[in-house]
């Protein structure tokens, strides 16, 4: 079992930051095969924003490359998303998931929510 909590969430003005933080506990991070941020914002579906493997591979959704940043802390078994000029369009609850791939499990957290103002 993995239990995720995120912190960091907030109200924020268009262009401003904010840094998600998403503090991982049951297992090690060395041990999660990858770890990821999504959202979800009203009415629409739940998708992915960035992840980041056990290799320290990244990826991230196009609607957010060049502004977040995906990064991890071993020694803290924390995962961060730092979160740049933001827009009101990133407006949404945004989620921690970890995937373990023995056993093909994936664990959410309950959600942090951000809001960004025009």
């Known amino acids: 079992q993995v239990q995720l909590v995120e912190s960091g969430g907030g109200l924020v003005q268009a262009g401003g930051s904010l840094r998600l933080s998403c503090a991982a506990s049951g297992r090690s991070l060395f041990s999660i095969n990858a770890m990821g941020w999504y959202r979800q914002a009203p009415g629409k579906q739940r998708d992915l924003v960035a992840a980041i493997t056990r290799g320290d591979s990244t990826n991230y959704a196009d609607s957010v490359k060049g502004r977040f940043t995906i990064s991890r802390d071993i020694a803290k078994n924390t995962v961060y998303l730092q979160m740049n000029s933001l827009k009101p369009e990133d407006t949404a609850v945004y989620y921690c998931?970890?995937?373990?791939?023995?056993?093909?499990?994936?664990?959410w957290g309950k959600g942090t929510l951000v809001t960004v103002s025009s």
């Open positions: 998931n970890a995937y373990v791939a023995a056993g093909e499990m994936n664990f």
